[in-house]
């Protein structure tokens, strides 16, 4: 009889293993439904799982449950992080009364007139207001917002808009990585980090001079392989049109802009008072509480943000994400990654150790952030870190923070803004193919993956 459950379990965590395999090759495919796709993933794992597997043993020996829920359904809403949902469902209502407001617009038109159409000075104010923006924004609300904007403005001055499409989209995920809240992989790790060993300002703290160094990188970068581009000069004629553009013209009300940027500056420093150790509120709760300030702020209702501001799709995706892996890994399947680092850590990790942890997850998390998606390789790498000893020096997690992030502009199925961008563009008549932009963007992915190693190492040698 034992031998018998234990070639379920074999057979189950095998079928489990293809399926999600299954599911992400599918989600690579162009005109798929990657809601529809994941979600029905989840579906067929979680049949799978309950049918084959000893699913409590499961969940307590791999996903460290310290109480398995008698239902499996409650055992399965366990697997999903309710805090990165609700910070997904927060910073989505409150762009949507930011752009409705018509603040990026007037953003946007503010540095066309400031840069007079330099190409330089408009590439860098856009990849700067890109990275800002990528600072509290979720990447997709960030490459939507300004991927047109930077069509819209490329189209006016009449150049090419590949160079700046593409360093907007990289710049958010490098915009992405200073805040907990502004990307997947941050929220996903933020929320797995002891409550008291790890704040917002913290985070940032530890994060920033990093992006800043690989916008520096990405700056000089861009400056050398589009040099061509980037010297075209603009015609007295057309700086004198700039200089006549009015950013307020297009404003129904002044009033807006400067509501949103009450908004957005009590976003901010809400995310700032959760880092006070007395404080109660997280940082979702801040942003759930910043909604509420909004709509008030904006005297209007929420039903209509619940109906066009929410990112939906967006939401359910992400639920059906977590369930999918975090039953992959209750079967069992990532254990021989994790077996491997903690027989390299020891029982009693070394400097040493954690080096070499942190260049293997550096070398193996980029592929897999590269082909698999940031939020699926964030989500293997947070179980992976769960099921190592604890204690880990806070310059290994950064290790797998900045492993998640970085790998997703390896390829375009690594991010959903990097393939956004390339539609943009596609649809502009500049098409780029999955090859090309592999090609061309590989020396600067290496480049901060590296990099991203090396500021892991730095923060361990540290002691940090």
Same mark, same amino acid.
């Given at each position: 009889?034992?031998? *018998? ?16 395999l ?26 799978l ?8 043993? !499961? ?6 449950f310290? $109480?398995? &829920? ?42 066309? %007139?400031?840069?007079?159409?330099? &190409? ?14 990528s ?10 917002? +300004? ?7 490329? %189209?006016?001055?009449?150049i090419?808009?590949?160079p ?21 992989p ?50 007295? $004629? ?54 509420f ?19 939906? $799709? ?6 059906? *994400? ?19 680092? =903690?027989?390299?850590?020891? &029982?009693?990790?070394? =400097? ?19 082909? +698999? ?17 604890a !204690?880990?020096l ?17 390829t &375009?199925?690594?991010?959903? =803004?990097?393939? #956004?961008?390339? $539609? ?16 061309? #963007? ?7 993956g ?10 361990i040698?540290?002691?940090?």
């Amino acid at each position: 009889m034992a031998g *018998l459950l234990g070639e379920l379990q074999w057979i189950g965590t095998i079928l489990i293993v293809i399926v999600v395999l299954a599911t992400i090759i599918l989600l690579t495919k162009e005109g798929i439904d990657s809601t529809k796709i994941t979600a029905t993933g989840a579906l067929v794992v979680s049949l799978l799982y309950l049918i084959l597997m000893d699913w409590e043993k !499961g969940f307590r020996d791999n996903l460290a449950f310290e $109480e398995v &829920p008698h239902n499996f359904l409650e055992a399965l809403a366990k697997t999903v992080n309710i805090e990165a949902i609700l910070i997904i469902f927060s910073i989505g209502i409150i762009v949507a009364i930011t752009k409705g407001a018509g603040f990026f617009d007037f953003v946007s038109l503010y540095i066309v %007139k400031l840069t007079r159409g330099d &190409p330089k000075k408009l590439i860098l104010a856009l990849g700067g207001l890109t990275f800002f923006v990528s600072m509290f924004f979720d990447n997709l609300s960030a490459i939507i917002l +300004l991927g047109s904007l930077t069509v819209v403005t490329c %189209k006016q001055l009449e150049i090419n808009p590949e160079p700046y499409v593409l360093f907007v989209g990289i710049n958010t995920i490098i915009g992405g990585l200073p805040t907990p809240v502004s990307s997947i992989p941050n929220i996903i790790f933020f929320n797995l980090y002891p409550e008291e060993g790890m704040s917002f300002i913290k985070f940032t703290a530890y994060m920033f001079p990093i992006a800043i160094l690989f916008f520096a990188i990405a700056s000089a970068f861009f400056f050398f392989v589009y040099r061509k581009q980037l010297r075209i000069k603009v015609t007295d $004629e057309k700086k004198e049109q700039i200089g006549r553009i009015n950013p307020w013209s297009g404003i129904a009300d002044r009033k807006n802009i400067w509501k949103s940027l009450i908004l957005l500056s009590f976003l901010f420093v809400g995310f700032l008072l959760t880092s006070i150790p007395s404080n109660p509120l997280d940082v979702a709760l801040m942003a759930l509480i910043s909604v509420f300030f909004g709509l008030f702020l904006f005297r209007t209702d929420l039903k209509r943000y619940l109906r066009e501001g929410v990112e939906w $799709e967006m939401i359910i995706f992400a639920i059906a *994400l977590f369930v999918l892996m975090g039953l992959l890994t209750a079967a069992g399947a990532l254990l021989p990654l994790t077996n491997m680092l =903690t027989g390299v850590l020891g &029982p009693d990790p070394t =400097t040493g150790g954690l080096i070499l942890v942190a260049v293997i997850i550096g070398a193996v998390g980029l592929p897999i952030a590269g082909f +698999l998606n940031s939020f699926s390789a964030a989500l293997i790498f947070s179980y992976i870190f769960k099921a190592l000893p604890a !204690g880990l020096l806070t310059g290994l997690w950064f290790g797998f923070v900045l492993s998640g992030n970085i790998g997703g502009a390896l390829t &375009p199925l690594g991010s959903i =803004t990097i393939l #956004m961008s390339l $539609e943009i563009l596609n649809r502009e008549g500049y098409p780029i193919s999955f090859l090309k932009y592999v090609k061309r #963007m590989l020396p600067l992915t290496l480049a901060c993956g590296v990099l991203g190693v090396a500021y892991s190492i730095f923060l361990i040698a540290l002691g940090l």
